[in-house]
């Protein structure tokens, strides 16, 4: 079945180291986000990429970074920059990129702590 | 800008009621599109409707249905003979033509639970 994977589901990692956060997809689609959900609030969007090899800022790229090398990938890194990375982070994908009306298809889910 | 509001943060009902999830958005663009999405326990947002700004029909899904009046600028949710299954945080979403790609503005999410 297609489908978008995160992994790991659970991460923890100690204040002031990087880390990155998996999403692939098999659904071949062009778009690919990551958000961001903090508890009581709405998604944020950190980063999307419309074709491979390019990508744009969404509302709050501060502290991370991404790469879309493939098509099927699009890893999302936390910096030790992002003064505040624990969160559940979503990563989604939709058909055709450019069109505002696509719906998005989002993977399980990373949460991450950092202490 | 645009903006999403669900005044509602959590909404707690006993099985086989009736309940209405509220959404209000704001605006400048006049083409755009409404979603909601609903997330269960498992965290994975699930795709429940979309609707255009030039569609004002209301829609009715087996016990799902929602209402989209332009005049007030809201899009509301209904659940009718509320299960259990239907516990989960429901959003709701905008996205304008303007915008590019699929970028979507969400609300802050309600918090359903359908008690027993």
Known sequence: DGGITQSPKYLFRKEGQNVTLSCEQNLNHDAMYWYRQD????????????????FQKGDIAEGYSVSREKKESFPLTVTSAQKNPTAFYLCASSIPGSSYNSPLHFGNG????VT | ?????????????????????????ETRDTTYYLFWYKQPP???????????SFDE????????????????????????????????????ALSEARTSGSRLTFGEGTQLTVNP
């Open chain 2, 1 to 25: 800008a645009q903006k999403v509001t669900q005044a509602q943060t959590e909404i707690s009902v006993v099985e086989k009621e009736d309940v209405t999830l509220d959404c209000v958005y």
């Open chain 2, 57 to 92: 029909q209301n829609e009715i899904s087996g016990r799902y249905s929602w209402n989209f009046q332009k005049s007030t600028s809201s899009f509301n949710f209904t659940i009718t003979a509320s299960q259990v299954v239907d516990s989960a945080v429901y959003f709701c």
């Open chain 1, 110 to 113: 990373t949460r991450l702590t």
């Open chain 1, 39 to 54: 508890p009581g609030q709405g998604l944020r969007l950190i980063y999307y990429s419309q074709i491979v090899n390019d």
């Open chain 2, 42 to 52: 498992s965290g994975e947002l699930v795709f429940l409707i979309r609707r255009n």
